[in-house]
C-alpha cells in the first residue's frame, strides 16, 4: 500500500488519518500540537518530527491545514522543494483557486502531482468517514488516489470536478453559498426586528411550504433567542474569493459589499473556528 504522510491533524485531519490506519496504510503525521500527534500515534501511526520528514518518507503526502495562507506557504517553502516524480500531494483544506493553480503548475515541473480535494461535513463527518468531497486535478493522478479519498470522505459524495483548482472553485460555490445565505436571511430579519417587529412574531408569521420560508423561521428563532450573533456568514474565506475573482478579471459585488461590512467589526465570534465579527452585531449596531 502506499505510503501516506498526513500534516495537519486537528478535528478534521486526525479523524481522516485514523481512517486510513484502519484501513490499513502506513501513516506518519506531523502537527503543531503533541496531544494531536499522541492521539494518532495511539491509533498506529508513526510520528514524524520535521514536515520534511514526512514528505520524504511518504508516497502519497495529505495536508489538512487551517488557511490558504498556511497551505501555500507551506507548498512554497517544504512540499515544493521536497516534491520528487510520480509523489502525490493532497490537500484537503479550503485554498485559493488560483493559488491552488499556480502551485499544481509548480508540482508538475518536479514530476509530482496536487490534487485539490476540499471538503464539507465538518469534524462530524470527519468522524464518520462522510464529506461532500470535492476534487480536482490530473485525471490519473486522482484515481491513483482515489482510495485513499474514499477512505477519508466516503465514495457517496466524491465528485471529481475538473482540473487542479477546480475542486477548489466548487468548493468556493459551496462555501459562498452557505455564507452569502445566511446573510440574506439576517438582514431580512434585522430588518423587520430594527422596523419594530419581533423576532419570535417573524418566525411564526412566514410559516409556509417554499424552501426558504424554513430558513427564515430558523433564523428569526436564533434572533428570539439571542443566537443570532452566532451565525456566520463564513467571514474568513470570503477574502479567497474575492481574491480568485480579480485574478480571473470578474467580480463578485455581494461578497465584497459584506465582507467590507464585516470587516470593521470587532472580532468577537467563532466562525468556522476563527475569530470573525458578527454580521448579526453589525446589522444591529449600525
Avoid at 486537528?10 to 506531523?30: E, I, K, S, T
Avoid at 463527518?125 to 476534487?135: I, N, T
Avoid at 466548487?170 to 446573510?183: H, R, S
Wanted: aromatic letters at 6%.
Amino acid at each position: 500500500m502506499d505510503r501516506i504522510g498526513f500534516i495537519g491533524v486537528g478535528a478534521m485531519g486526525g479523524p481522516m488519518a485514523r481512517h486510513l490506519l484502519q484501513a490499513g496504510y502506513p501513516v506518519c503525521v506531523c502537527d503543531t500540537s503533541e496531544e494531536r500527534v499522541a492521539a494518532c500515534v495511539e491509533a498506529g501511526a508513526s510520528r514524524a518530527e520535521f514536515v520534511d520528514d514526512v514528505v520524504r518518507q511518504s508516497d502519497i503526502v495529505c495536508t489538512s491545514l487551517p488557511s490558504s495562507e498556511t497551505f501555500v506557504t507551506l507548498a512554497e517553502r517544504v512540499l515544493l522543494p521536497g516534491a520528487r516524480p510520480g509523489q502525490l500531494f493532497i490537500d484537503f483544506g479550503t485554498v485559493i483557486p488560483t493559488e491552488t493553480q499556480r502551485l499544481a503548475r509548480a508540482f508538475a515541473e518536479h514530476g509530482a502531482a496536487l490534487i485539490d480535494a476540499p471538503v464539507s461535513g465538518g469534524p462530524g463527518g470527519a468522524e464518520k468517514a462522510r464529506l461532500l468531497m470535492f476534487v480536482g486535478g490530473d485525471a490519473a493522478a486522482v484515481e491513483r488516489c482515489r482510495p485513499v479519498l474514499e477512505t477519508v470522505g466516503g465514495a457517496e459524495r466524491l465528485t471529481c470536478c475538473g482540473p487542479s483548482g477546480m475542486g477548489q472553485v466548487v468548493k468556493g460555490v459551496n462555501q459562498l453559498a452557505m455564507g452569502l445565505g445566511a446573510a440574506a436571511y439576517l438582514e431580512a430579519v434585522a430588518f423587520g426586528v430594527r422596523a419594530g417587529a419581533d423576532a419570535e412574531t417573524i418566525g411564526r408569521a412566514l410559516g409556509g411550504p417554499e424552501p426558504w420560508r424554513s430558513i427564515v423561521i430558523r433564523t428569526a428563532e436564533a434572533a428570539a433567542s439571542g443566537k443570532a450573533e452566532q451565525m456566520g456568514v463564513k467571514f474568513r474565506e470570503l477574502p479567497y474569493y474575492l481574491q480568485a475573482a480579480h485574478d480571473l478579471g470578474f467580480s463578485l459585488p455581494i461578497t465584497d459589499t459584506i465582507y467590507g461590512f464585516c470587516d470593521a467589526g470587532e472580532r468577537m465570534v467563532t466562525d468556522d473556528n476563527r475569530p470573525a465579527p458578527s454580521f448579526w452585531h453589525e446589522l444591529m449596531d449600525k
